[in-house]
């Protein structure tokens, strides 16, 4: 449990311009993450792009993270879905060797009822011989998880240790502190208020700029998590303008943007999902360049 404290972020996926995977520049940014002081690295999350991904290139992708981390830092394996069976079929020792951890999203799509993604989640607890974190990303699912439905999940299952919180909303997230067990870590899924959950009592962060600027984000989590408010805020809003403009026109393509400004990977992505625009890249040009 203590392995998931501080900051994870989620690895997106490099790829060449013929849009095959670009394992040297994988092997860049993992060793970028690992000098830069992140506690963990989230393997085929959505930043990823695995939904693009076939089954022998999430392979290689999971063969090439394991190999350059070697042991150090505690890997978390995205699996998860809106057809539960086909869920419980990932579950298999193979799949999941080499990580400690799974993060699994709340199944989007298909809007379950609160009933349905509590049976969901039991399923996968039931089946899953690694730890959980559960995901919750209201804005990609298109139904939010209410803090009732996790507090069910974390007493009723010991193995589900956690949630990836991703609704943007510091109330729910502040229920979710308040009410769940005091060993299950609440964790941001959102690097905009990442440092109020923090010092609100959660647990760190799953974060998307991290991975381009991992020593100072992750020194943030750390300050926060001590309780050194006026130097974690110095940080954070060092960053502010970095993280809000990475979303402005969605992920990952604009933190493969700010990679490519940083020289670890080109900003290539597989459709549907397209370049940030001309404007954009150049204003995170000018931030790369002056940070």
């Given at each position: 449990?203590?392995?998931?404290?501080?900051?994870?972020?989620?690895?997106?996926?490099?790829?060449?311009?013929?849009?095959?995977?670009?394992?040297?520049?994988?092997?860049?940014?993992?060793?970028?993450?690992?000098?830069?002081?992140?506690?963990?690295?989230?393997?085929?999350?959505?930043?990823?792009?695995?939904?693009?991904?076939?089954?022998?290139?999430?392979?290689?992708?999971?063969?090439?993270?394991?190999?350059?981390?070697?042991?150090?830092?505690?890997?978390?394996?995205?699996?998860?879905?809106?057809?539960?069976?086909?869920?419980?079929?990932?579950?298999?020792?193979?799949?999941?060797?080499?990580?400690?951890?799974?993060?699994?999203?709340?199944?989007?799509?298909?809007?379950?009822?609160?009933?349905?993604?509590?049976?969901?989640?039991?399923?996968?607890?039931e089946n899953s011989p690694l730890p959980?974190?559960?995901?919750?990303?209201?804005?990609?699912?298109?139904?939010?998880?209410?803090?009732?439905?996790?507090?069910?999940?974390?007493?009723?299952?010991?193995?589900?240790?956690?949630?990836?919180?991703?609704?943007?909303?510091?109330?729910?997230?502040?229920?979710?502190?308040?009410?769940?067990?005091?060993?299950?870590?609440?964790?941001?899924?959102?690097?905009?208020?990442?440092?109020?959950?923090?010092?609100?009592?959660?647990?760190?962060?799953?974060?998307?700029?991290?991975?381009?600027?991992?020593?100072?984000?992750?020194?943030?989590?750390?300050?926060?998590?001590?309780?050194?408010?006026?130097?974690?805020?110095?940080?954070?809003?060092k960053l502010t303008d970095a993280i809000?403009?990475?979303?402005?026109?969605?992920?990952?393509?604009?933190?493969?943007?700010?990679?490519?400004?940083?020289?670890?990977?080109?900003?290539?992505?597989?459709?549907?999902?397209?370049?940030?625009?001309?404007?954009?890249?150049?204003?995170?040009?000018?931030?790369?360049?002056?940070?």
């Amino acid at each position: 449990m203590k392995s998931f404290i501080g900051t994870g972020v989620a690895l997106v996926t490099p790829f060449k311009q013929d849009l095959s995977i670009d394992i040297a520049a994988l092997e860049r940014i993992v060793q970028h993450n690992i000098d830069g002081g992140v506690e963990y690295l989230v393997v085929l999350g959505t930043t990823a792009e695995t939904a693009t991904l076939s089954k022998e290139e999430q392979s290689l992708v999971k063969e090439t993270v394991i190999k350059v981390n070697n042991g150090k830092l505690p890997l978390v394996l995205g699996v998860g879905g809106n057809h539960t069976a086909e869920v419980i079929n990932q579950l298999n020792e193979e799949n999941l060797k080499g990580f400690d951890a799974i993060l699994s999203v709340s199944p989007y799509y298909n809007k379950p009822t609160q009933e349905g993604i509590y049976e969901h989640f039991k399923m996968i607890a039931e089946n899953s011989p690694l730890p959980i974190i559960v995901y919750n990303v209201p804005g990609r699912t298109a139904s939010n998880m209410l803090p009732s439905t996790v507090v069910r999940l974390a007493n009723d299952f010991k193995n589900i240790i956690g949630i990836k919180e991703a609704a943007g909303d510091l109330v729910q997230a502040m229920e979710l502190i308040r009410t769940t067990p005091n060993d299950f870590l609440v964790i941001s899924g959102d690097d905009i208020i990442t440092l109020p959950m923090v010092l609100a009592g959660g647990a760190g962060v799953i974060s998307v700029i991290g991975e381009a600027f991992p020593k100072d984000f992750s020194q943030m989590v750390r300050l926060g998590l001590d309780r050194n408010v006026d130097e974690a805020y110095k940080i954070h809003y060092k960053l502010t303008d970095a993280i809000n403009m990475i979303f402005e026109q969605g992920n990952p393509g604009g933190i493969k943007e700010v990679f490519k400004h940083l020289g670890l990977c080109e900003n290539y992505l597989r459709l549907p999902l397209v370049n940030v625009n001309n404007e954009l890249s150049n204003k995170l040009a000018a931030y790369v360049n002056n940070y």
